[in-house]
C-alpha cells in the first residue's frame, strides 16, 4: 500500500489516506487500495473502524483533478463508477465505521465522510461539493447522500452555490455529530470506536443493516426487515450473555435493598 496505512488497537482499525502532499485527493489508485483495504479487515478482530487523513490540514481534498481534467465521457462515467462502488462498499460495511475529519472535507472527501456511520470533525474542517465551479456534478454520492443528510433544500443550496462551510455550520446542519479540536479529534474517534466495539457485535452489525435497508423502504417494509435482525440475535452467546448478566445484576441489586423497618 503506497497511499493507505492500516493500525489496530484492540477491536478497533484505523484506516488513514496517507497521501498529504497531494492534502489525500482521491486518484484511482488511492480508491483501490481503500477497497483492497476494507476487503481485508478481520472482521473476528474488528469491530469498529476510524477513517481519517493524514496531516492536519485535510481529510480528503476531493478527487484528483489533474487525473479527470482528461476524462472522457465513457472515462468519466466509469471513474464514478470506481469511487461509488468503494463507498458504498464503506456505507454498507458490517461494521460501523467513523470518520474523524481533520481539515479539508472536498468534493470526494465530503462524500467519503458521507458514507460513514457517524461524522465527527475538527474544529479547521471545511466541507463543501464544489463540483459545479469545476463544470460536473459530484459523481460519488455527493447529490444522494447530502439530500439525506441534511434535507433537499440545505443540499441543493451547497451543491448549486458550491460555496463550503465551516465546521459550526456543518454541525448545525447535521452533516457533523461533533466537533473537536485537532488535538482532540483522533483519541475522541478512537474513544468513541473502542465504545462501540464494547458492546455485543451481531447486535451493533444487525443495527447497522436494519437502519440502512429500512431507510431505502417505506415502514411497513422497514419494520419487517428490523423484526427478522431483531429475531435473528436471539440464541446468540451476545444475547444469552448481555441478557444473562443484567439478570444477575439485578438480582444483586434486589439482594442488596434493605427492607423499611417500622419502628
Excluded at 464503506?90 to 468534493?107: H, K, R, S, Y
Excluded at 478512537?190 to 431505502?216: E, S
Amino acid at each position: 500500500m503506497e497511499f493507505i496505512t492500516y493500525e489496530q488497537e484492540g477491536f478497533v482499525g484505523i484506516i488513514t489516506i496517507n497521501r498529504p502532499k497531494a492534502l489525500n485527493a482521491l486518484n484511482s489508485q488511492v480508491l483501490e487500495e481503500l477497497a483492497a483495504t476494507f476487503k481485508a479487515v478481520d472482521l473476528e478482530t474488528t469491530r469498529c473502524l476510524v477513517l481519517t487523513g493524514a496531516g492536519e490540514k485535510s481529510f480528503v481534498a476531493g478527487a484528483d483533478i489533474g487525473e479527470m481534467s482528461t476524462l472522457t465521457k465513457a472515462e468519466g462515467e466509469a471513474f464514478g463508477k470506481k469511487g461509488n462502488d468503494v463507498f458504498r462498499m464503506i456505507e454498507t460495511f458490517p461494521i460501523p465505521v467513523i470518520a474523524a475529519i481533520n481539515g479539508f472535507a472536498l468534493g470526494g472527501g465530503c462524500e467519503i465522510s458521507m458514507s460513514c456511520d457517524i461524522r465527527i470533525c475538527s474544529d479547521n474542517a471545511v466541507f463543501g461539493q464544489p463540483e459545479v465551479g469545476l463544470g460536473i456534478t459530484p459523481g460519488f454520492g455527493g447529490t444522494q447522500r447530502l439530500a439525506r443528510l441534511v434535507g433537499e433544500g440545505m443540499a441543493k443550496q451547497m451543491i448549486y452555490t458550491a460555496r463550503n462551510i465551516k465546521a459550526d455550520e456543518a454541525y448545525r446542519i447535521g452533516l457533523v455529530n461533533a466537533v473537536y479540536t485537532l488535538e482532540e479529534l483522533l483519541p475522541a474517534a478512537k474513544k468513541m470506536a473502542a465504545g462501540i466495539a464494547a458492546n455485543a457485535p451481531i447486535a451493533v452489525r444487525n443495527c447497522k443493516k436494519a437502519i440502512n435497508d429500512g431507510m431505502q423502504v417505506d415502514m411497513d417494509q422497514a419494520i419487517v426487515i428490523e423484526e427478522k435482525l431483531f429475531g435473528d440475535c436471539f440464541e446468540t452467546e451476545d444475547q444469552k450473555a448481555g441478557m444473562g448478566n443484567f439478570l444477575e445484576k439485578d438480582k444483586e441489586k434486589k439482594l442488596k435493598v434493605v427492607p423499611f423497618q417500622n419502628k
